[in-house]
């Protein structure tokens, strides 16, 4: 396939994301709703959770001062006091969460269903509303991310042991070199893996509304997709590296003030960090649009 703005070339995933996000940055109502069906239903959700953690915080008793004196330099230490935590924290903390975090999910999935076809039908008026399959497949793609982000946890906990209690147990030195490696490698393996795999999920629910499928189909049409998945896949590649770089630009941002934490009230630093935290998240949410219409973009032009 030839793109109709460079005739003599392949259509390329890259490229279309650049062009899609200039497209987007000039319809800022898309980001806008993107940015209000999240909150709608994140507020909430954030709010009910710093609540039921202010209680669970009253009813335990921890160690703040081995906590508060953790450092990299005493990695076995600091790793006994984070178990100690834990198993003081869980007991309290599981029989909240195992009824929050499933309200937190279902409602997250209910309102992302509504939301996004709200802002699909925006971008596109001849796009089919499908919620009801936006809901189910929305429903799979949070099992499988849970899965991913179970797996990544276990990859955390697995270096630990391998590159910290694991020597100490032994009478060795614990090796935080190593322990960060993995944790780097680990990490970025978790979210290749997931770019990957996770296009199918991003590219179903656009087939869904673009087609009028339902929710078996639209995943058919989405795995058979053809010369499609190597630029599908290039998008979703892009779309990490792009919110790495964003973590990366919010994190200097945030350590922008501490030079002068001296002279800066802790009112200032307060503020500044919850501006910059949402000025990353909105960035997200922007580049979140970008994603879906970068999708369809490509896909229609290779359908065409």
């Not at 335990?60 to 005493?74: C, E």
């Not at 270096?159 to 209690?165: C, D, K, L, M, P």
């Not at 350590?255 to 949402?278: H, K, Y």
Request: hydrophobic share 60%; charged share 10%.
């Amino acid at each position: 396939m030839v793109d109709a703005r460079h005739p003599g070339g392949p259509i390329r995933g890259a490229q279309s994301f650049v062009g899609v996000m200039t497209e987007v940055w000039r319809r800022p109502s898309l980001t806008g709703l993107e940015v209000l069906w999240r909150w709608a239903v994140g507020a909430p959700i954030l709010a009910l959770a710093a609540w039921q953690t202010l209680l669970v915080s009253r009813s335990v008793s921890l160690d703040t001062p081995a906590l508060t004196a953790m450092t990299v330099f005493r990695p076995v230490t600091a790793f006994a006091a984070m178990g100690a935590a834990m198993r003081t924290i869980l007991p309290a903390a599981m029989p909240v969460a195992v009824w929050l975090l499933p309200v937190a999910a279902v409602a997250w999935v209910v309102m992302a269903a509504v939301g996004r076809s709200v802002v699909l039908l925006r971008f596109d008026r001849a796009l089919a509303a499908r919620p009801v399959t936006l809901l189910a497949l929305g429903l799979l793609r949070a099992v499988l991310l849970t899965v991913a982000w179970a797996v990544w946890a276990w990859m955390m906990l697995a270096a630990g042991r391998v590159a910290i209690t694991g020597p100490a147990a032994r009478g060795g030195e614990a090796n935080v070199v190593l322990y960060s490696a993995m944790l780097i490698c680990g990490s970025l393996l978790v979210y290749v893996l997931w770019a990957v795999v996770g296009w199918v999920f991003q590219l179903a629910p656009l087939l869904a509304m673009q087609r009028n499928l339902g929710a078996v189909v639209s995943l058919k049409a989405a795995s058979n997709c053809g010369a499609a998945r190597g630029k599908l896949i290039e998008i979703n590649l892009v779309m990490c590296i792009v919110k790495i770089a964003v973590l990366v630009l919010a994190m200097v941002f945030s350590a922008c003030p501490l030079p002068f934490s001296n002279v800066e009230s802790p009112t200032f630093l307060a503020w500044w960090w919850a501006g910059v935290i949402v000025v990353y998240l909105a960035a997200l949410d922007y580049f979140h649009v970008v994603h879906e219409v970068a999708h369809l973009r490509l896909w229609r032009t290779l359908e065409g």
